[in-house]
């Protein structure tokens, strides 16, 4: 062993000889429960201990058992409008055990040929209801109105049903939140181009509007466009637009946007892999409700 080893080995055990020294120096006393022997020149008294209660655990939200259970689809009817207009309604788990809750409400349009059950055989219901069990969105209702009268004259006044009957009748029956950023319009096909008519003419209804391959007929393009330029900024909704590209509706839809564009009015567009069917829309159906519900959050919903 060198001399360096040597004087750093002898440094090393005096600095270990010092810290046993501080450690007992600043050793901590004995807690108050630590038994005390009496002093050896007087009677010891009995000194009071105290052993402190453990703490209650923190209360925890037990989740109702309707949570995890499926909502509830039910038919009903507007009859006070000619022709009548009937409608399928999606009520989130827990709508009838919660008598004060008041939810975002989203109304669903069908495709031309349809009926009000397309959404729902495409698994609208089953992706609700797996988002809210997993605490992905608020509870929220959907309505899907009816438009089986497409090819008969009533058919065309069925936009008029919707907003001047069956969202009155919808906000006073069931218990939606009344206020347009918590109501949505969406539709597919035919459906997502009276989902563009209508959202855009009542910007003061809906917050949201989604187009899922929407069918914009030859000359809507022009009264679509001026309904986005008439809209003022404060009041423009939320837009969503997603198409097949091999969708036979893709130019008509494409030009639409581009529309958009012109116009500066903020939308997201989508393009996927597919056609103009079922099997399509079907396979974005959670994408979908996932973007209506962004705008639904726990912090927004009073």
Request: a negative charge; glycine letters at 6%.
């Amino acid at each position: 062993m060198n001399t360096r080893q040597a004087v750093q080995k002898l440094t090393s055990f005096a600095l270990l000889l010092g810290l046993c020294a501080c450690a007992a120096a600043n050793e901590i006393p004995p807690t108050a429960t630590a038994t005390r022997l009496p002093a050896a020149t007087s009677t010891s008294i009995p000194t009071a201990t105290f052993t402190p209660s453990p703490l209650p655990p923190a209360p925890t939200e037990t989740p109702p058992a309707c949570r995890n259970e499926a909502g509830q689809v039910k038919e009903d009817l507007v009859s006070t409008t000619n022709p009548q207009q009937p409608f399928l309604i999606y009520l989130p788990p827990c709508y009838e055990d919660s008598a004060e809750a008041r939810y975002p409400v989203l109304y669903l349009l069908h495709g031309q040929t349809y009926t009000d059950d397309q959404w729902i055989r495409l698994g609208v219901p089953q992706a609700a209801d797996e988002m809210i069990h997993s605490q992905k969105s608020v509870p929220f209702i959907i309505i899907f109105p009816d438009d089986s009268l497409w090819n008969l004259q009533a058919g065309w006044r069925f936009g008029e049903r919707l907003i001047n009957a069956l969202i009155p009748y919808a906000d006073e029956k069931y218990r939606t939140i009344p206020d347009r950023a918590y109501r949505a319009v969406g539709g597919l096909s035919r459906g997502g181009g009276w989902a563009a008519e209508l959202g855009l003419q009542n910007p003061n209804l809906f917050g949201a509007i989604g187009l899922h391959s929407p069918a914009i007929f030859k000359g809507d393009g022009t009264m679509l466009r001026n309904l986005v330029k008439n809209i003022p900024d404060d009041s423009r909704p939320r837009l969503w637009i997603d198409v097949g590209d091999v969708d036979r509706e893709w130019k008509s839809v494409f030009e639409f946007e581009e529309d958009l564009v012109a116009l500066d009015h903020p939308h997201e567009f989508r393009v996927y892999l597919g056609d103009h069917s079922e099997a399509y829309w079907g396979e974005h159906v959670r994408e979908y409700l996932e973007w209506y519900a962004a705008g639904w959050d726990e912090e927004k919903t009073p």
